[in-house]
């Protein structure tokens, strides 16, 4: 077992708490195999020194529609389980004509089979303008584009988390994962 697959539930701040969901996360811990952690735990005084550098997460665990907010390292990232409405939406873009043009196949990392889940899209929750971690479904807001809003300075985000509009300059960054099983993505820094 390498350091870097320690998990452990991180602080959160206050102002950040709301954006937050309460998710249970698939983490390795020694030999104990799979556990599973509330995600907020304020009281873990151990969590600042313990920073986890990867995360186990179980999308089983996302509804249709919604997502999953996880820190790692301090840093946000999205889980989304993408309704059939909102990946067609995210397909059927001219992506010549974004910001920042990014096919959505090309932001959903292969399975090992070579195969995509196109339903499961995992993306950075740090808004690339000034890096807020903007809203979304669970808050009632999705911007005028159907992804995620960022009520800091009025970015709208697609379902692919692409820039649409706003000041920010880029795509919310796909983070670096691997598929560990169907249901079973490792994220890491
Ligand atoms: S930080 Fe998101 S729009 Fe400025």
Redesign the pocket.
Known sequence: MSASDTTAPEQVDEDRRDFIHIATIAATVGGAGLVAYPFIDQMNAAGDTKAASSLEVDISKIPMGGEIRVLIGGKPFFLRHRTPEEVAAAVNTDVAKLPDPESDEDRLVQLPDGTRNAAILITSGA?T????V?VGPAQGSVGDYGGWY?P????HYDTSGRIRK???PSNLPVPDYEWVSPTLVKISL
Do not use: Y
């Not at 303008?129 to 807020?132: A, E, I, P, S, V």
């Not at 800091?152 to 970015?155: I, Y």
């Open positions: 808004c303008h000034l890096g807020c903007p960022c800091c300075h009025g970015s706003g000041p920010a």
